[in-house]
């Protein structure tokens, strides 16, 4: 080897150091522990451009794999051997914004991350991780007045059981006895439950802090469990689902106790019914059914509604329709753009940078929240 | 081999099979999923002896542990490979009555069984397995009026933030909105939070059957985070302890919200408070340094109240000393008797076949309620 070509490849394999570590110092080494962390736990971590870095103790595991990857799309993140005991490993790019499902995968096995906390979806309770969102302060544990959430656990005949459901009551509810409100039934999508809108949603602390500002009117959003889990989605999926047992739980059995057991406002001009995903399906089969007892309509992720579809145009309020930027925002903005030409109240909101996941359900909701009850 | 010695043999091969056969049938096989799998889980199964029995999918694990074994004090269940991919193993005999914790280790990995749900205890949400007790009834999900269980989160300027906090209103207590009631402030043990007493002790449906059957009078019960994890046992323990914070949030912020959102009867008459295990020790120093707030003392597994230690005998209405038969009856028993001899309202309670687990807990709250707040 002469001396040029000698340089040329120390040049290179200079070059490609210089290379490997410019790509390094791109993830900022600012890693913090996921605010949805179990306590005192130190990992999943995540740092300010969005990169996750898991670590996972296990000693005699030949393969650990995290669930969650980029976009949603990729193979997740197989973890590497660092220690005798210890597994890590950092995703290969910046995730979107908000919340995200994941589990591992050790030895073939699927199991939760020790140190997240659990959040139910998919039919199963998933371990969850949070990226910081430039917008994060609107569903932030901020010191204003907190509303309850109450878990209530209501009497179902056609069940044959006590069904629980949870009733966010705003800020001063149990102090001021006389006030009535009105009431979002709010539903939650498919593999999730009446837990979700909560935990994963943050919906009582978006309207704490709606409230605090004077954003929105108060009012008692109303959520429990849509039976949506029964749907195979490769046995037929929505075609397969009898929305009855559902609507006969919403609509006879919830609704009546919920109204005797709260201080609302029982009419149907104050009492809206949203959903994500199969909850805005769920939704748009029942209020179209029974336009009598709703009059606000919420689609979050959930499809749209067609004029020829509501019987009644003097019966609807509002039609709320949203997704993320990267669904189908298309559909959405066009089924509003139709639905007001032919005199509706409707509007639509895309989220942006967000696909079918929380963080374009918080962000609905905090939009759609101001829009309920105004008349 | 002559045909004397092969009849042998053989004879001596049908014994063993069926003396293995009688080993087996004595584990009777009618093995159901725990009540407290997740949904549509089939494993973990409990049969009606008590035995637990485990499946997990870890199809390329080299070891698969249940921490769960016999009284506590096993090794746990070591799992067998069954299939390519499955792990199961059953006890080795039966498990005590009522609710354990318990975890997998899989290739010397901490993991959570996924057919499990999650409960909060020593630190972490831990799996949890329901072996039916003979009398399972008081604490079952009935068809009788529910209470709710509120979730709130208070204003605390000691530690700076919003603090969450449980609340059990009886039945009927948003129809009914005149009546005021009394409060049980009620704590969890070490490592577990403010939802092990709705969640694993089943305080909420407890209240609901002893009121349905007119057992005891309806109270408010509220539970709340004891700040006790940050003891680490093995370094000082309970000696290191700091009971200032805990008793700051408790008395300067807690109850003052409470009697400010709820309808209580807030005087130190009407005010108990009890705990379990280290909530116990908790309970013990505040009663006695604040005889002036509550007026109900009860330790659950947590210790005794010594006649010397209480200052203002008038102040007392009723120390009650319950736990496990297991744990150290004659502790219980005795500290009641000599308290009964100065002239105080003291009893004790022991749970047969139970250790400092929740069945004694559970039990111990239903013998208690009856007792609170009936002058």
Chains 1, 2 share one sequence.
Not at 240 to 252: A, E, G, M, N, Y
Not at 265 to 288: D, P, W
Request: charge should be neutral; hydrophobic fraction near 35%; glycine fraction near 10%.
């Amino acid at each position: 080897m002469n001396r040029n070509l000698l340089t040329l490849v120390i040049t290179s394999l200079l070059l490609t150091g210089v290379s490997y570590a410019q790509t390094n110092t791109q993830i900022l080494e600012d890693f913090k522990p996921s605010s949805l962390n179990q306590p005192d736990q130190q990992y999943p971590q995540v740092n300010s451009q969005g990169y996750a870095r898991f670590q996972i103790l296990a000693p005699k595991a030949q393969s650990v794999v995290v669930s969650l990857g980029l976009g949603g799309t990729s193979g997740g993140t197989p973890l590497k051997k660092i220690t005798d005991s210890l597994w890590a490993g950092t995703t290969s790019g910046p995730m979107e914004e908000g919340f995200h499902y994941y589990h591992l995968t050790v030895d073939g096995g699927v199991f939760n991350d020790p140190g997240a906390l659990n959040f139910y979806g998919s039919t199963r309770w998933e371990s969850g991780i949070e990226i910081p969102a430039h917008d994060q302060d609107f569903y932030a544990l901020k010191d204003v007045p907190h509303g309850h959430v109450h878990q209530i656990l209501f009497p179902s005949k056609s069940t044959n059981t006590s069904r629980r459901a949870f009733v966010y009551t705003p800020p001063g509810y149990d102090k001021d006895k006389s006030s009535r409100y009105p009431v979002l039934y709010l539903q939650h999508g498919w593999g999730e439950d009446e837990t979700a809108w909560a935990n994963q949603g943050r919906a009582n602390l978006i309207m704490d802090n709606l409230i605090a500002e004077g954003k929105t009117k108060p009012f008692i959003i109303v959520m429990t469990y849509g039976m949506t889990n029964v749907i195979r989605p490769r046995a037929g999926g929505l075609r397969s689902f009898d929305i009855k047992p559902f609507q006969t739980v919403l609509l006879d059995e919830l609704i009546p106790y919920v109204d005797a057991n709260f201080r609302t406002v029982a009419n149907q001009a104050n009492r809206a019914m949203g959903g994500l995903s199969m909850g805005g399906f769920e939704t748009h089969t029942i209020t179209l059914a029974r336009p009598d007892v709703f009059s606000h309509y919420a689609l979050l992720s959930g499809g749209t509604y067609k004029p020829e579809e509501i019987k009644d145009k003097s019966k609807v309020k509002l039609i709320f329709m949203s997704c993320g930027s990267f669904e189908n925002p298309d559909g959405v903005t066009k089924a509003a753009e139709t639905l007001k030409a032919q005199g509706f109240n409707a509007v639509s909101y895309v989220s942006q940078g967000t696909r079918h996941e929380f963080q374009t359900w918080r962000r609905s909701l905090q939009v759609l929240a101001p829009m309920l009850f105004k008349n």
